[in-house]
């Protein structure tokens, strides 16, 4: 049994990449699932001052110690103007303030979605280059474009060929756990 912890890197209480994250821990069984909704962890932006200032959040050292204790990551990336958003890449410089390495060992798999045709692939892209710099192994990438009218809430992947795609995907990631 693996330890997966499972987030979107939106902070949006209506993100759709949530709603992928989500459907996509429904698919888990046998395994421990922890899902994070980003939403409920407001971070300062970050700066030097304010860091030397504050220190680190209780909440931000939670969120690393969590993600050093699983197994596997599940994340699903949004885009804003072809990169990740404000908040993801944020996160992501506050989690390597505290360990450089914090995703040393760690297997993820990496998603995205969004409601045009490109599936925010730029941001995927992105981050499947970023991940790797603090340790992580990228096993596979899922992107869902046209939200809208490949997902049904409660049903999940409409579309067959993506539905496919993306369970290989996590196949994949499981089998590499």
Do not use: C
């Not at 499972?6 to 699932?33: P, R």
């Not at 680190?56 to 969120?63: K, V």
């Not at 599940?74 to 996160?91: A, D, M, Q, T």
């Amino acid at each position: 049994m693996a330890k997966i912890l499972a987030f979107a890197g939106s902070n949006s209480s209506v993100s759709i990449n949530y709603k992928l994250v989500e459907h996509t821990t429904s698919l888990l069984s046998g395994h421990s699932i922890q899902l994070l909704n980003m939403s409920n962890f407001p971070f300062p932006m970050y700066s030097a001052d304010y860091e030397t200032a504050n220190g680190y959040s209780n909440s931000l050292i939670e969120l690393k110690n969590d993600i050093q204790k699983s197994d596997g990551l599940l994340i699903s990336v949004n885009e804003h103007n072809s990169n990740p958003s404000g908040f993801f890449k944020n996160l992501l410089d506050w989690l390597s303030r505290v360990d450089r390495g914090f995703l040393e060992g760690t297997k993820v798999l990496l998603m995205s979605t969004s409601p045009g045709k490109g599936g925010a692939k730029h941001a995927l892209a992105v981050v499947e280059q970023l991940l790797p710099r603090f340790g992580a192994t990228i096993t596979g990438t899922f992107s869902l474009p046209l939200f809208n009218e490949n997902f049904k809430v409660g049903e999940g992947i409409a579309h067959a060929e993506l539905s496919k795609l993306h369970q290989d995907q996590l196949d994949q990631f499981l089998n590499a756990l």
